[in-house]
């Protein structure tokens, strides 16, 4: 069974950069696509990014330009490469992995804040 483990939240200025990591165990990573979700304080969780397992990536509206999903096979990582963040980006984000059913990471927190 895979596990994921997310790393590289933490506190920014707006107009900040952070990059967020997704490690997966296992020797599955390479078959499914991922996705990036977040979830704000009071909202329900929504899709940010996602990337299928040969590399075509997708984005919410709000987030294309500024965020740039990524994987490395050879490390059966994930990356979310975030640039100018906004305090409506502030959230939990979480990682997932589109096995049936889907494998979700257990968030790490992004605060963007003044």
């Known amino acids: 069974q895979v596990q994921l483990v997310e790393s590289g939240g933490g506190s920014v200025q707006p107009g900040g950069t952070l990059r967020l990591s997704c490690a997966a165990s296992g020797s599955i990573f390479g078959f499914y696509g991922m996705g990036w979700y977040r979830q704000a304080p009071g909202k329900q969780r929504e899709y940010v990014a996602d990337?299928?397992?040969?590399?075509?990536?997708n984005y919410i509206n709000s987030v294309k330009g500024r965020f740039t999903i990524s994987r490395e096979s050879a490390k059966n990582t994930m990356y979310l490469q975030m640039s100018s963040l906004k305090p409506d980006d502030t959230a939990v984000y979480y990682c997932s992995m589109y096995t049936q059913p889907t494998t979700w990471g257990q968030g790490t927190q992004v605060t963007v804040s003044s």
């Open positions: 990337i299928t397992a040969s590399g075509r990536p």
